[in-house]
């Protein structure tokens, strides 16, 4: 067997390790443009990405003995998955990978944004003992809307076990519930939820699904947390409503302004007048895409795109 595999990105070592001991020939190019890349592509079966750039139409005409295509993450928005599959592609994902730690992120930004963490951190650094001004809120006995009840969304089901909550989640699937949330629509969701967290791909279906009239479908004011992607939410629409009081606070681990690469915002320098609110609203906890980014996720996600390349050359899976 002499199957080639291109990685343009960095990964955990493991990945090239456990690929070269099953026999697979590993290349790797870090720094080479799109089109360099192009140039060469036809020399692979299998290519391993992150996000650097998209996977086009235009390169997976030039991509013409490419058999799989492994993204060590969650989503797979930066490939034409429809034109890849019509080219007998095989697409693989990681999901397992880093739920656990999305959900714990997740769970994190909750308790961070109840308790003013953040707030009387800064405050006390600056000199300030502040006591009431920092009282927090309790998770016990809220009712907690989850949409997207994949990988993700499950996880972060799980985590609440230990709380006195009510876990209701939407998803456009039916009959994916278990023990730790409740199936219900969108609309019994929306009446009745006080913390929001988003865990959906992006997808025509969900971009800007978070918008206004989406917001002001919630019959209570509420907490919102989206370690998804960040251009589910319309930011200027999110600010209107923590400014008006229906959203309490946000937690917001990716951002509508996100590069594909999630490794700057703004090349040009210019910063929106809606996120300029939330670098200083004192109800905001913002990080860098990292929710699914600890150092145990990182080694897993490898195990888990070693795992299915295997599958699919040594096990029941066929290319």
Not at 173 to 182: F, I, Q, S, Y
Request: with cysteine; charged share 25%.
């Amino acid at each position: 067997m002499d199957i080639k595999i291109l990685h343009i990105d960095s990964n955990h070592p493991i990945l090239m390790e456990q690929l070269q001991q099953a026999g697979f020939t590993n290349h790797e190019d870090f720094s080479s443009s799109k089109e360099e890349i192009e140039a060469k592509i036809q020399d692979y079966q299998g290519i391993v990405i992150r996000s650097r750039f998209n996977i086009d139409k235009t390169f997976l005409d030039k991509a013409t003995n490419l058999k799989f295509i492994a993204r060590v993450g969650a989503g797979l928005e930066s490939i034409d998955c429809d034109y890849a599959l019509s080219k007998n592609v095989e697409l693989i994902a990681a999901p397992e990978g880093n739920r656990n730690a999305v959900a714990e992120h997740t769970l994190g930004m909750i308790l961070s944004l109840f308790n003013k963490l953040n707030q009387a951190d800064q405050e006390i650094r600056s000199g300030h003992w502040n006591r009431e001004s920092n009282r927090g809120h309790e998770l016990d006995g809220k009712i907690v809307g989850i949409i997207g009840y994949g990988n993700m969304g499950k996880w972060f089901a799980k985590k609440l076990r230990g709380f006195d909550v009510e876990v209701l989640f939407y998803d456009i699937l039916e009959n994916v519930g278990d023990n730790n949330a409740k199936q219900v629509s969108l609309e019994e969701l929306q009446l009745k939820a006080e913390v929001l967290s988003l865990h959906i791909p992006w997808t025509p279906q969900t971009d800007k699904m978070v918008n206004e009239e989406f917001i002001n479908a919630f019959a209570k004011s509420f907490w919102i947390i989206n370690t998804s992607r960040g251009k589910n939410i319309v930011t200027a629409d999110l600010v209107a409503a923590m400014q008006s009081g229906k959203i309490l606070g946000a937690g917001l681990d990716v951002l509508e302004y996100e590069k594909l690469s999630f490794e700057t915002l703004f090349h040009d320098g210019n910063t929106p007048e809606a996120f300029q609110y939330l670098l200083h609203a004192k109800n905001v906890i913002l990080t860098p895409h990292i929710a699914g980014w600890t150092f145990e996720s990182h080694e897993r996600l490898a195990q888990v795109i070693v795992d299915k390349i295997k599958s699919v050359y040594f096990g029941q899976a066929k290319i």
